[in-house]
């Protein structure tokens, strides 16, 4: 599978790791800014060591982070973010198992949390570097098939100027772009 190609999120084990705020925390982080030990995780997020070394397993164990070998001394276990795919979708409601919905509804809470303190960041963050801060909100009306169409080019446009970090042009930084939506006809 190429590494730009849809990746349904659908194991339930996958999703209960990356429904627990702090190994998405610490994802976040050796996305953003690379590789870490756990003591450095740890003093980062005020977490014990073993702690965060807990989390950085389960992280490994499904396949999200890897061990740096090469950087790892003695206790010392350096991580990084995986070569994964990068176009994680979420399976409907539908498409797992009664008892395992509730991950998927914890997924979101927790990731519209994070989104929710993004949103509280941004007026600061506009008035001090407004080239990089930026937003847009908008009503649309469309199809389901129209509204599929809209979403595959926004994952599209996403995924052209959303390289790895080996491969972004010279002077690029990482920036959080979201998109969600609701049906407007519901207020």
Avoid: N
């Avoid at 090469?70 to 994964?84: A, F, L």
């Avoid at 998927?104 to 600061?124: C, S, T, V, Y």
Wanted: no cysteine; aromatic share 10%; glycine share 6%.
């Amino acid at each position: 599978m190429k590494d730009d190609e849809p990746f349904l999120l659908d194991d339930p084990g996958k999703l209960k790791a990356l429904a627990h705020p702090m190994r998405r925390l610490m994802l976040r982080h050796l996305s953003v800014h690379g590789p870490a030990t756990s003591t450095t995780l740890g003093e980062l997020l005020g977490a014990k060591t073993g702690t965060t070394s807990y989390h950085l397993r389960q992280l490994e164990k499904y396949g999200f982070i890897e061990e740096i070998p090469e950087r790892s001394t003695g206790r010392e276990r350096w991580w990084r973010k995986t070569d994964g795919p990068r176009d994680l979708r979420l399976p409907t409601p539908e498409q797992l198992a009664p008892e395992d919905r509730p991950v998927l509804a914890e997924f979101h809470r927790i990731g519209m949390e994070e989104d929710l303190k993004l949103i509280e960041r941004f007026p600061e963050s506009f008035l001090r570097d407004p080239e990089w801060t930026t937003g847009s909100r908008g009503l649309g009306r469309m199809t389901k098939a129209e509204f599929k169409e809209f979403f595959e080019a926004y994952i599209a446009l996403l995924m052209k100027y959303s390289p790895r970090p080996e491969d972004a042009s010279p002077g690029a930084r990482p920036v959080y772009i979201r998109l969600f939506t609701l049906p407007a006809d519901e207020d």
